[in-house]
């Protein structure tokens, strides 16, 4: 437990049928890796705590709201707010116990096989829609996700493309409804558990917005990454919760400065070093 004496905190909170079961680092040993990214497919986190009691542990069951927060001293905040998806059998790690808990920001809309068209219906499966022409991007996306019955939050589009044509909606739900955040020139992901369609690019005014040097928690130079679709900068800092996607960051550093966006990153904690690192462009 080598960061208590820099005041690291980790809360995990599990809603039980029997009420709500908290437990706290330094307290349980607790470790953790949660992703973020932003991909329409829900980001995982795995959790795992030590030495539980069976008693505790039978608890803890697949489906159960799981809140995980973490940060130093009073700055506590929210790491991910999941559902449990899988359960692993305890472990022997050394001398201890390690329970292994994997849950899911958001629900995986991947698996939905329903698909939409725009004959009459052959099957449960298939939800018929049809857009006449004159239609804007905003209005397509939301019928969609009503239709579908998921809940979108449509926060801005950098291009609510109007069709001139009569537009056809094909494919399962996600795929439809990432076709025409892409027709918007807007991108269609999760943050904090919300699947939304925004300009990435656009403050919207609720993004979080913070200094990073390494007087705040850099820990490493900025390191270029590019590939054919992404170019821009991986970082490493010491454990920030505020760190999500689309979060603007004021980087300052020996040999890259400026203003930046997260794309995609995780928060670990190996029960020695709690860091995040991020994608930024």
């Not at 809940?151 to 001139?164: A, M, Q, T």
């Not at 590939?227 to 980087?251: C, E, F, K, P, V």
């Not at 020996?254 to 966006?261: K, L, N």
Request: charged share 30%; proline share 4%.
């Amino acid at each position: 437990m080598a960061n208590e004496q820099f005041g690291f905190k980790v809360i995990v909170r599990i809603e039980t049928d029997d009420g709500d079961l908290t437990l706290k680092y330094p307290d349980f040993e607790i470790h953790f890796d949660s992703e973020f990214t932003d991909e329409p497919t829900p980001s995982e986190t795995t959790i795992d705590i030590y030495n539980l009691k069976d008693s505790t542990r039978n608890m803890i069951k697949v489906g159960q709201a799981i809140h995980l927060q973490a940060g130093f001293g009073d700055d506590i905040g929210d790491i991910t707010n999941a559902k449990i998806k899988y359960i692993h059998p305890p472990v022997r790690d050394g001398g201890d116990q390690m329970f292994e808990i994997v849950c899911y920001e958001g629900e995986d809309l991947s698996k939905d096989e329903r698909e939409f068209t725009d004959d009459t219906p052959e099957s449960a499966n298939e939800i018929q829609v049809t857009f006449a022409a004159g239609v804007n991007a905003r209005y397509v996306l939301d019928t969609l996700a009503r239709r579908a019955g998921i809940p979108l939050e449509i926060v801005s589009l950098k291009d609510n493309k109007v069709f001139n044509e009569p537009y056809s909606a094909s494919g399962t739900p996600i795929s439809a409804l990432e076709e025409v955040a892409s027709e918007a020139k807007s991108k269609l992901f999760y943050r904090r558990g919300k699947l939304m369609v925004r300009d990435i690019h656009q403050d919207e005014g609720f993004d979080e917005q913070f200094k990073l040097s390494s007087a705040t928690g850099l820990l490493d130079s900025p390191q270029r990454e590019e590939d054919d679709d992404w170019q821009g900068y991986s970082i490493r800092s010491i454990l920030n919760h505020r760190m999500a996607t689309a979060s603007i960051i004021s980087l300052s550093s020996r040999y890259v400065g400026g203003d930046f966006r997260i794309k995609s990153g995780s928060h670990t904690f190996d029960g020695t070093n709690p860091e995040t690192n991020a994608e930024i462009e």
